[in-house]
């Protein structure tokens, strides 16, 4: 049996195990805090933390200072260079590998780019698998990989990814096969939106969405702490969902949100050479653009980003008309443009009609360089 046999064995024969070890990684370091925010009563609690520490995922440490008086007040830790995951999120242009532990941290990180063909992704995958394995003092629970594409909820097979031209594509298998671990595989919003909730961005029974927008930009929709999908794929491509801009034209979303988008209408205007992409406009921007006298250049390119934080504003109240949410959570390169949080919520402030906005979150602080999200879709699987 493999260790995340083991757990998987252990998480399905009770909720309450599950309940409590989820309260831990959304920041309960306390019995008492686990049993206010769980609901479960004490003993059940107690239970609970000895059966997670004689599985080696928890310790307690006595916080109790010498000398002090009254019960000894203990601190329920995570043990993450024990319990670790493979993380991968494959991007436009690289692959990020890292070693996480099951309480988000960031153990070590790889990027390494790909030239987005089956063979270039999987050899670097691999890479960094062999060299984070040799890293760490003890073998990982198992691989988790995030991707922008369309995926089967039972075969896990990649249905299709239009950046890549990908369709039909297993990359579970040859992953599984090469190093005998359990792989899971992910639509890159919803292994965010696991994140929000497990890391406690959000309430365990939320109702909320989460807007992924970089290279590709993917919506993943939770009610009340369950995630949505249908037909058995977890899916949510907005690439050619029309939108609307303030100034009444259309466009898709790919070419009003998109990073590649914005950076073709840069270039279109003269502000970028052909051969740049989005990270070279972050870069051109940066603090420069809200000084008092930007250049042209730099001015230019920001009036851009601030159009594509309106039209993601405008996305968000086509996407709540449908299914309306308390909250929506947005990651990914829409965060790290300046101000791009600022003018999404401003925008949405300023037009929003007929009922009451969404709160605007960040995602920003469970991003860890994109670890965070395929950590948390393997655990959602681990312990169901």
């Given at each position: ?14 909720t309450n195990p599950a309940i409590v070890f989820s309260k831990i990684l959304a920041g309960h370091h306390s019995r008492v805090s686990i049993a206010k925010a769980s609901g479960l009563d004490r003993a059940s609690v107690t239970r609970c933390v000895a059966g997670l520490a004689d599985l080696g995922l928890v310790t307690e440490s006595d916080l109790t200072q010498k ?9 329920l830790e995570l043990l993450n260079e024990e319990n670790w995951i493979v993380a991968i999120h494959i991007g436009y242009h690289t692959v990020a590998v890292g070693a996480v532990g099951i309480g988000g941290v960031v153990l070590n990180r790889t990027v390494k780019k790909h030239d987005r063909s089956v063979a270039s992704v999987l050899q670097v995958c691999l890479a ?257």
């Amino acid at each position: 049996m493999t260790r995340k046999q083991e757990l998987r064995e252990y998480f399905a024969k009770s909720t309450n195990p599950a309940i409590v070890f989820s309260k831990i990684l959304a920041g309960h370091h306390s019995r008492v805090s686990i049993a206010k925010a769980s609901g479960l009563d004490r003993a059940s609690v107690t239970r609970c933390v000895a059966g997670l520490a004689d599985l080696g995922l928890v310790t307690e440490s006595d916080l109790t200072q010498k000398g002090g008086l009254g019960r000894p007040r203990r601190s329920l830790e995570l043990l993450n260079e024990e319990n670790w995951i493979v993380a991968i999120h494959i991007g436009y242009h690289t692959v990020a590998v890292g070693a996480v532990g099951i309480g988000g941290v960031v153990l070590n990180r790889t990027v390494k780019k790909h030239d987005r063909s089956v063979a270039s992704v999987l050899q670097v995958c691999l890479a960094g698998i062999q060299f984070h394995t040799k890293q760490q003092n003890c073998p990982p629970l198992g691989i988790s990989v995030t991707v922008g594409g369309r995926v089967s909820t039972q075969s896990q097979i990649i249905l299709s990814m239009p950046e890549f031209g990908w369709q039909d594509v297993d990359l579970r298998t040859p992953l599984k096969e090469a190093t005998g671990l359990p792989v899971v595989l992910s639509p890159t919003a919803l292994a965010h939106a696991q994140a929000n909730l497990l890391y406690g961005l959000v309430g365990s029974d939320d109702t909320f969405g989460h807007l992924y927008i970089g290279s590709i930009v993917e919506y993943a929709l939770i009610q009340k702490g369950e995630s949505w999908s249908g037909s058995g794929i977890a899916s949510g491509i907005l690439e050619n969902l029309p939108v609307k801009t303030l100034s009444g034209s259309y466009g898709t979303v790919r070419e009003l949100v998109s990073d590649e988008g914005v950076t073709a209408l840069a270039q279109q205007r003269g502000l970028l050479p052909k051969s740049a992409d989005f990270e070279d406009l972050l870069m051109l921007t940066g603090e420069d653009a809200r000084l008092p006298k930007p250049s042209a250049q730099v001015a230019g390119l920001q009036e851009i980003l601030d159009w594509r934080a309106q039209n993601v504003a405008t996305l968000i109240q086509q996407l709540n008309e449908v299914v309306p949410v308390p909250k929506v959570v947005l990651s990914a390169s829409i965060i790290r443009q300046p101000e791009g949080m600022e003018v999404v919520q401003k925008t949405i402030g300023e037009y929003w009609r007929d009922s009451q906005p969404p709160q605007i979150l960040s995602g920003g602080e469970l991003s860890r360089g994109g670890m965070l999200a395929p950590t948390a879709a393997f655990l959602a699987k681990l312990i169901g």
